[in-house]
């Protein structure tokens, strides 16, 4: 399967050329729920490294191979957590 995907990016790659268009193979990830393939395994795209990965954010959400939601969870509570003492120290400093 991830032999499909790796010719289909080739492809897309070399049809966006003649439209000015390139791929940012720095920022190109790919995600597998195929557990043959580990995370952290580069693969050879048109002579560009692309890693796998198992997790990534995309739009502020945290998106897991495994399709389970507690990722997102776990970060979101994360965020929050943040925000939250920040705005406790934020109170204690201005002496409310």
Not at 31 to 39: I, K, L, W
Not at 40 to 63: A, K, R
């Amino acid at each position: 399967m991830l032999s499909v995907l790796v010719l289909a990016l080739e492809v897309m790659n070399e049809e966006a050329k003649p439209l000015g268009l390139t791929i940012n193979w720095a920022k190109t990830m790919i995600q597998t729920s195929d557990t043959t393939v580990f995370p952290g395994t580069l693969v050879q795209v048109g002579g560009s490294s692309v890693e796998i990965v198992d997790t990534f954010t995309y739009h502020g959400s945290q998106l897991h191979s495994s399709g389970g939601s507690a990722p997102k969870s776990n970060r979101r509570i994360s965020i929050t957590r943040s925000c939250m003492q920040n705005a406790d120290v934020r109170q204690t400093h201005s002496g409310a």
